[in-house]
């Protein structure tokens, strides 16, 4: 009785899981579309902060396939709000009514961090990394840049960012409710600043310190940051 139980308890969560899951592919699919038909406003958005260069193709396919990159990156950002109320749904039966509580008190602020990081983004990082990136080496060779290589750099560094940005609220939540202690955070602050220097290398396509630093220095301030209210939340919960 118990084993059958068990697998109806199974085929119940796959079942939802499974439910969920076409729910946000369907919502993800139509916000695509949107931003597919949209496109031409979207890059222009996009190119803004390299509006002083001209941008060539060298493929037949190469402006379609762009199109589609935008769209679909567009549309993740317009249904995140979405999908991550679906995964917090799906999570949910697993938690306590207090731990519940929680998660819809920080569903505001992971829309709004992710909103601040592709914000950062968008006009602190870019373009002094686009100024770099045109000028470095110009009087060796004049730039001709393929809208494919610029589209990916700036949607890559956008959704890394808008995602990067959520670590202060997740540390939050999983101290509030005892998984994380703000000590085992704050013990691994020297090894976090090292991953820091490390990410930015690998998210910057430049070897330049101070395009790095840009990158490296607000990860190390939303490390001390998740530390600060980890420590917060860790207190409120022992009183």
């Not at 979207?42 to 396919?61: Q, V």
């Amino acid at each position: 009785m118990s084993n059958n139980a068990n697998k109806l308890s199974l085929l119940g969560h796959i079942g939802e899981l499974r439910t969920r899951l076409i729910r946000s592919v369907i919502a993800l699919a139509m916000a695509v579309a949107i931003c597919f038909v949209f496109y031409p406003e979207l890059f222009a958005i996009l190119l803004f902060p390299a509006r002083d260069i001209s941008l060539i193709r060298t493929e037949m396919t190469e402006m379609l396939s762009t199109a589609m990159k935008v769209a679909i990156t567009g549309g993740f950002i317009l249904v995140m709000p979405y999908l991550t109320y679906e995964f917090i749904m799906f999570v949910s039966p697993a938690l306590t009514a207090r731990e519940k509580r929680y998660v819809f008190l920080i569903l505001p602020w992971i829309v709004l961090m992710f909103i601040a990081g592709v914000t950062f983004t968008y006009f602190i990082l870019l373009p002094p990394m686009i100024n770099f990136l045109l000028n470095f080496g110009g009087d060796i060779a004049a730039p001709q840049i393929r809208v494919s290589n610029y589209i990916s750099l700036v949607t890559r560094l956008l959704l890394a960012f808008g995602l990067i940005f959520e670590a202060p609220v997740v540390t939050t939540f999983l101290a509030r409710i005892g998984v994380l202690k703000p000590e085992w955070l704050a013990g691994k602050s020297k090894t976090a600043i090292i991953i820091a220097f490390i990410l930015s290398a690998i998210i910057t396509p430049t070897i330049d310190p101070v395009n790095q630093s840009l990158v490296a220095v607000p990860l190390i301030m939303l490390y001390e940051m998740s530390i600060w209210l980890a420590k917060l939340v860790h207190k409120r919960r022992a009183d």
